[in-house]
């Protein structure tokens, strides 16, 4: 998950750069991509939640697509286990 003080302010960048970082490690990257409708209404962003700065937290559609991106998570994990 990354955040930005403004709409435009590289989220997507920012991810895809962490994953660069991941696969150097070997880390096994686990994105939502848009295998759930949280996404679009987060902002449409497929690698991974982000959100805009604001006083009172994050919106309601950010926590969707956070659960979203960590249920994923876990039911790969769950295959790579079996």
Not at 32 to 55: C, H
Not at 56 to 75: M, P, T
Request: net charge negative.
């Amino acid at each position: 998950m990354t955040s930005a003080q403004n709409n435009n302010g590289g989220q997507e960048g920012t991810i895809t750069a962490i994953y660069t970082s991941a696969a150097h490690w070997g880390g096994i990257i686990v994105p939502v991509g848009y295998t759930d409708d949280s996404v679009y209404a987060q902002g449409g962003n497929p690698y991974g939640a982000s959100g805009t700065a604001r006083n009172d937290g994050f919106s309601n559609e950010i926590e969707n697509a956070v659960k979203a991106q960590a249920k994923r998570v876990v039911e790969i994990t769950k295959k790579l286990v079996d």
